[in-house]
Nanobody, 119 residues
Framework: QVQLVESGGGLVQPGGSLRLSCAAS????????MGWYRQAPGKQPELVAD???????NYADSVKGRFTISRDNAKNTVYLQMTSLKPEDTAVYYCNLGQWFNSRWQVYWGQGTQVTVSS
């Protein structure tokens, strides 16, 4: 089992910045991918960004150039630096970790952290 604990959400004005963190613990194997999803009220969840253990990143078009995902493999922690925030970035942000286990891709989720962009 894997546990994910997020932190860093909050209220920020448009144009501001926030940094989210997510620490993973438990049975973590090499070759995992960690990432961030978000879900705004009344909308489907969407991938924000993810990063492999080797550092290969992938971003949603809506956040490219504004958000940066990074990770510290020694700490099993992933970060999401968000800049130039817009009201449409308001959502609950969820951290996840995917890894192979017993020939199956298993995905674990954090509890979510609220990000609100408003003046």
């Amino acid at each position: 089992q894997v546990q994910l604990v997020e932190s860093g959400g909050g209220l920020v004005q448009p144009g501001g910045s926030l940094r989210l963190s997510c620490a993973a613990s438990g049975n973590i194997f090499s070759g995992n991918t960690m990432g961030w999803y978000r879900q705004a009220p009344g909308k489907q969840p969407e991938l924000v960004a993810d990063i492999t253990r080797a550092g290969i990143t992938n971003y949603a078009d809506s956040v490219k150039g504004r958000f940066t995902i990074s990770r510290d493999n020694a700490k099993n922690t992933v970060y999401l630096q968000m800049t130039s925030l817009k009201p449409e970035d308001t959502a609950v942000y969820y951290c996840n970790l995917g890894q192979w286990f017993n020939s199956r891709w298993q995905v674990y989720w954090g509890q979510g952290t609220q990000v609100t962009v408003s003046s």
